[in-house]
């Protein structure tokens, strides 16, 4: 599975931006997925996750502004983001779970990662 992202840019806090995430494999719909963050210094969050069923699952710190969202008929799956603020900013990864559903362990398939910067 590859994984390309785009959407990334730089936004005023409060505005919003669409990141998407184009997968390539046959495999697709059986795939959960999910959208991580890292910041330099940081550990890496996991911001949003869904799974092959559509079950979704959000992080607190995202809970409210963020959406998760899938189109299997695109192998692309994308992460609406509203409400940004400066704390956002931070480098935004694409990955795949090799199972249907979500679970703890680190996803198999990664992207290459999309920059998303907030200015105050």
């Known amino acids: 599975v590859q994984l390309v992202e785009s959407g990334g840019g730089l936004v005023q806090a409060g505005g919003s931006l669409r990141l998407s995430c184009a997968a390539s494999g046959s495999s697709f719909r059986n795939n959960a997925m999910a959208w991580y963050r890292q910041t330099p210094g940081k550990e890496r969050e996991r911001v949003a996750a869904i799974s092959a069923f559509r079950t979704t699952y959000d992080a607190d710190s995202v809970k409210g502004r963020f959406t998760i969202s899938r189109d299997n008929a695109k192998s692309t799956i994308y992460l609406q983001m509203n409400s940004l603020q400066p704390e956002d900013t931070a480098t935004y990864y694409c990955?795949?779970?090799?199972?249907?559903?979500?679970?703890?362990?680190?996803?198999?398939?990664w992207g290459q990662g999309t920059q998303v910067t907030v200015s105050s």
């Open positions: 990955a795949a779970f090799s199972t249907l559903v979500v679970v703890p362990s680190t996803p198999r398939y």
